[in-house]
């Protein structure tokens, strides 16, 4: 069984394996990546459009430091395109394990495995913003003060959902 809402979450379940997974959406990742080719004009107009005869004065150096500057607020926009972030908690109830896992193309894939023993509490974390809604995330508490959290979604109703369902396979009797 999958389900799937709008904020690019997938909730599955099968074969005592529950899967939570969060993606960046593609619409997030292509709007990143057209909003990094903004700043590439400012190095156009002030490097080549200016046709400079001497690079040695104080204009230039100005203008050579402020094009670099957009050059690097492009470079981390695309690099937020490209390196777009997935998180993925698995229940295993068989094995009693929580495996938590981060990936992104251009880091290598990260995951943590706790036991259900280790596992202290599972909450629903509220984000409030000083403007529009609030939103929510996943938190799990692990002994030795670490936690895992998962990207926030506007939808309460969701992450109470999903955080119940969490509860019920690593503290509940029966799954």
Same mark, same amino acid.
């Given at each position: 069984?999958?389900?799937?809402? /709008?904020?690019q979450?997938?909730?599955?379940?099968?074969?005592?394996?529950?899967?939570?997974?969060?993606?960046?959406?593609?619409?997030?990742?292509?709007?990143?990546?057209?909003?990094?080719?903004?700043?590439? =004009? $400012?190095?156009?107009?002030?490097?080549?459009?200016? /046709? +400079?005869?001497? +690079?040695?004065?104080?204009?230039?150096?100005?203008?050579?430091?402020?094009?670099?500057?957009?050059?690097? =607020?492009?470079?981390?926009?695309?690099?937020?395109? %490209?390196?777009?972030?997935?998180?993925? #908690?698995?229940?295993?109830?068989? !094995?009693? $394990?929580?495996?938590?896992?981060?990936?992104?193309? =251009?880091?290598?894939?990260?995951?943590? $495995?706790?036991?259900?023993?280790? %596992?202290?509490?599972?909450?629903? %974390? $509220?984000?409030? +913003?000083?403007?529009?809604?609030?939103?929510y995330?996943?938190?799990?508490?692990?002994?030795?003060?670490?936690?895992? !959290?998962?990207?926030? #979604?506007?939808?309460?109703?969701?992450?109470?959902?999903?955080?119940?369902?969490?509860?019920q396979?690593?503290?509940?009797?029966?799954?």
């Amino acid at each position: 069984m999958v389900k799937e809402n /709008k904020e690019q979450m997938k909730f599955s379940e099968a074969n005592e394996i529950l899967e939570i997974n969060f993606a960046m959406p593609a619409s997030t990742r292509l709007l990143l990546a057209i909003f990094g080719l903004f700043p590439l =004009i $400012t190095p156009y107009e002030l490097l080549y459009v200016i /046709k +400079w005869t001497d +690079w040695r004065n104080t204009p230039f150096f100005f203008a050579a430091i402020i094009s670099v500057g957009a050059l690097a =607020i492009s470079a981390l926009l695309f690099y937020c395109a %490209v390196a777009g972030l997935e998180q993925t #908690i698995s229940v295993h109830a068989l !094995s009693r $394990t929580l495996i938590y896992t981060r990936r992104a193309p =251009i880091y290598p894939t990260r995951s943590v $495995t706790v036991s259900f023993d280790a %596992v202290q509490h599972i909450d629903v %974390v $509220t984000h409030t +913003w000083s403007d529009g809604p609030d939103s929510y995330s996943l938190e799990v508490f692990v002994k030795y003060g670490r936690r895992f !959290s998962t990207t926030s #979604i506007k939808s309460q109703e969701d992450i109470e959902r999903y955080v119940a369902r969490v509860r019920q396979y690593v503290f509940g009797a029966s799954v």
